[in-house]
């Protein structure tokens, strides 16, 4: 086998304008994150010319949203849809003429038969990932089974020692040619090997007391190279890392790896990143990996859709567990369900051998709009089932919207179970949160369940003394974040959590904080230049690397008199120095200095934990500067509905208003995208116009709590 990179120098042509790009590409880079005026959902096409091919070859494309549609000299080769997961048709038969004109038609319209449909992120279009040509020899590992390596090897302990399934796929089998395993460790030396007839290569290997992958504690990888030979010579080649390793999970006492208990203290991760969009490089990869790790998580949510593979296998090298899932997501219907299942299959067919992928997510807060959808369950268990029978060695997972009940179905579903819950950003308080667990906990004590998504906006430049929510500063963030990872850690029979999200990303529909077009919960923005407040709040709580951080040094005003200084770290106890004033405090990674003096003009702030240090130059005013608090009349989404006590603000929408109102109305109208993208017809919602919001969401059968929360979003928007 021989792989060619095709990436470089293609015609790309967007509504009749042509342009030369390279792979990765997206046309969305700008568009789908400045949020100006939606972005651009349509088809575009890009063209290469390649040469006349007699020998057997493939093209290889890893991701191109959402819907591909593959020609050579004009003839349809193949179609994919789904935006996420590799795909490759055989092209040497269309490669006829000495110059053949390869054109790909993407288009990322969304459509009902394609998940996802509506979502809080941008479905940037594009060849986003490699595109290669794969040659092959007539007797091959094959290339079109769906896989990516056409070899599944999964371990598996049986008693004291441990097996590989290792269950090979091969195209042009014959009797000359046989297929050679060898295991080798991370020294090279082979420790199991094995020889079987290509028309029977299945094959279950045997080793006794491996190195154990043990999480980013020892990440130990084995290579299981795989050949096939005829008359002495190798005609092909696979090389897959394995891990062996063990993951149990119990709803009294959490998460076992390798029969030891470890916390999944996870993040989650969108692939985009600015003026990039999906476009991303090994480099990019790479940046958000070594963020992730330095923060100090051991477990990180690919969320919400199949990611590149570098990103997998960087995990296995770093140990971190992956929570891996499709993109059935928001809104459940029964058009998409056989994509759903391809998508799920080519996740799972795709990634099964990466020892760091412990679950397979099949939904996401796909309940949004309701359970009602008779075929929801149904679809889901036969999702459960397909994640069962091609991967019986994982667990299948999903993570529920907050108002989908305690005793709902979907939450037996699944053999482990996540919650995304926003108490004191988009509803409640923070304390909220402590209640619902120990509820839940109490009426379903079999669930095995985790936090699979918690967060708040953190905008960079909003500055308050006291943060509240709301507010949209960092400040309020890392406060809403300690308080969340506090509950988690109290409850043992909780298995994990993950930050929603490390980085801020591209969401086109959003228009928050002042920022539009970006869901801005990271840990850390998205051109992943700065590490907001959380981040070392995080870092302080998982990290062993030793460290002392002052927060809110972006915001140096402060009022004359004295301020507050919060300063995280991991050691017990820390020195805050500044004219005239030392104290030292001792506590548990979170260190509030509340009365330092600030006289008018630079005042030098150092504080001291162990042998380390930071510092900042305090800066004293009569008053903080206007820019540091969220401006008057910003368009956003959240500000204000909060502890809506009942009382109806008059001036401002609610669910008593009719759809004209909504649909007469700017800023709800993108409030109305991003809820439900381009999924509801014109003609549809020019019918509706006369309801009442109300009457419309209790014939859809919407529960009252959900009812509360779309009354709180319309309660922040004023009528006009
Ligand atoms: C969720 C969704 C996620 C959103 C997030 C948010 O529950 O699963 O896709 O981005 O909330 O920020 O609202």
Known sequence: MKIVNINKDWEFEKEGEKSRVSLPHTWNGLDGQNGANGYYQGKCVYRKTLPGEKKICYIEFNGANSVAEVSVNGKKVGE?????????????????????LLEVSVDNTVIPEVF???????????????????????????????????????????????VIDVKTSISGANADTV???????????????????????????????????????????????????????????????????????????????????????GVSRHQDRENLGNALTLKEHEEDINLILEVGANSVRLAHYQQAEEFYTLCDKKGLLVWAEVPVITIYSKARQQNAEEQLTSLIKQNINHPSIFCWGIENEITLSGERNKKLVAGLNRLNDIAHSLDPSRPTACAQVAMAKPDSLLNRLTDILGYNHYFGWYMQTVNALDKWLDDFHKTNPSVKLCLSEYGAEAVIGYYSENPVQGDYSEGYQALYHEHYIDAVNKRDWMWGSYVWNMFDFGS????????????????????????????????????????VYITAKRYPDRVVGTTKIKVYSNLPEVTLKADGYEKTVKADRIFVFDDVPVKKGDNDVVVIAGKYK???????VDKLPESYAIGKGVPILVRNWFGTDGTLKDDCLSVNDRVRD?????????????????????????????????????????????????NGFLQTIKKH
Not at 662 to 685: I, P, R
Request: proline share 4%; aromatic share 12%; with cysteine.
């Open 80 to 100: 994919h849809k789904g935006g996420y997961s590799m795909f490759r048709f055989r092209i040497d038969p269309f490669l006829d003429k000495e110059e053949n």
């Open 116 to 162: 996802p449909t509506s979502a809080d992120f941008t479905f940037y279009g594009g060849l986003y990932r490699d595109v290669n040509l794969i040659y092959a020899g007539e007797t091959r590992f094959s290339l079109d089974d769906g896989s990516r390596y056409a070899v599944r090897a999964v371990p598996a302990r049986q008693g004291d020692s441990w």
């Open 179 to 265: 297929c050679l395993y060898e295991l080798k460790d991370a020294d090279g030396i082979t420790v199991a090997r094995s020889t079987r007839p290509s028309d029977n290569p299945d094959d279950i290997l045997s080793i006794s007391s491996p190195h154990l992958w043990n999480g980013v504690k020892d990440p130990y990888l084995y290579t299981l190279r795989c050949t096939l030979v005829k008359n002495a010579k190798e005609i092909d080649e696979r090389e897959i890392n394995v891990g062996f390793r063990e993951i149990e999970f119990d709803s009294e006492k959490g998460c076992f790896l390798n029969g030891e208990h470890i916390k999944l203290k």
């Open 508 to 547: 086109a529909a959003r228009n928050e904080g002042g920022v539009r077009g970006r869901n801005n919960k990271g840990l850390v923005t998205i051109d992943r230049k700065i590490k907001k407040d959380a981040f070392y709040m995080y870092k302080a709580t998982w990290s062993d690397e030793k460290f």
């Open 614 to 620: 930071d510092s900042f130059t305090v800066n004293g």
């Open 662 to 710: 909504l649909l007469d109305n700017d800023e709800a109208q993108s409030m109305l995208k991003l809820a439900a993208g381009n999924t509801v017809k014109k003609w549809y919602v020019k019918l509706l116009r006369p309801f009442r919001i109300r009457t419309l969401l209790k014939i859809a059968g919407i529960d009252p709590q959900m009812t509360d929360i779309i």
